[in-house]
């Protein structure tokens, strides 16, 4: 059984900084794209960033410019930097995987970030 497990939330003002971790229970090769999800109550889980195997990296158009994303192959870890945070960013963030072979998706547990003043 695969486990994401994410580290990292937390609380922050307007225009601060988090960094979001995500740690994978095996090798982060064995997915063939990882990436970020956010919910907020009330509204459907919404995509943040997806990042390939080959490390390329997509962002939703409400983050680009201020979130990047990476993974750590030596760590089967993946992070999220947000930078320039807004108080619309404050959300549960859902770590994801998809199996390279299978194509079974895998999420995390979430963590809080709240931006607020």
């Known amino acids: 059984q695969v486990q994401l497990v994410e580290s990292g939330g937390g609380s922050v003002q307007p225009g601060g900084s988090l960094r979001l971790s995500c740690a994978a229970s095996?090798?982060?090769?064995?997915?063939?794209?990882m990436g970020w999800y956010r919910q907020t109550p009330g509204k459907e889980r919404e995509l943040v960033a997806i990042i390939t195997r080959l490390g390329n990296a997509n962002y939703a158009d409400s983050v680009k410019g201020r979130f990047t994303s990476n993974r750590d192959y030596a760590a089967n870890t993946v992070y999220l930097q947000m930078n320039s945070l807004k108080p619309e960013d404050t959300a549960v963030y859902y770590c994801w995987a998809r199996g390279a072979g299978s194509g079974m998706e895998f999420w995390g547990q979430g963590t809080l970030v709240t931006v607020s003043s």
């Open positions: 095996r090798s982060t090769f064995s997915f063939s794209s």
